[in-house]
């Protein structure tokens, strides 16, 4: 599975836990604990099924908010 992670301060807090159909695709709703504006960055990870505490997989996508 796929984890969004929402980056503030270099910490990360997860967003939510999400998996991809065979072409591709995939949806997620965001879970922010705070304002997206409060979050610098994002990243996505690939990690165990039903995620993680922190992120321990390779990261797939990385951007600044």
């Given at each position: 599975?796929?984890q969004l992670w929402?980056?503030?301060?270099?910490e990360?807090?997860s967003?939510?836990v999400f998996s991809?159909?065979?072409?591709g695709?995939?949806s997620?709703?965001?879970?922010?604990?705070?304002?997206?504006?409060?979050?610098?960055?994002f990243?996505?990870?690939?990690?165990?099924?039903?995620?993680?505490?922190?992120?321990?997989?390779?990261?797939?996508?990385?951007?600044?908010l």
């Amino acid at each position: 599975q796929y984890q969004l992670w929402l980056i503030e301060n270099g910490e990360r807090t997860s967003g939510g836990v999400f998996s991809v159909s065979e072409e591709g695709y995939g949806s997620v709703w965001v879970n922010s604990p705070q304002p997206l504006v409060e979050y610098s960055a994002f990243g996505v990870t690939i990690e165990p099924a039903g995620g993680s505490p922190g992120p321990t997989g390779e990261r797939v996508l990385f951007g600044e908010l």
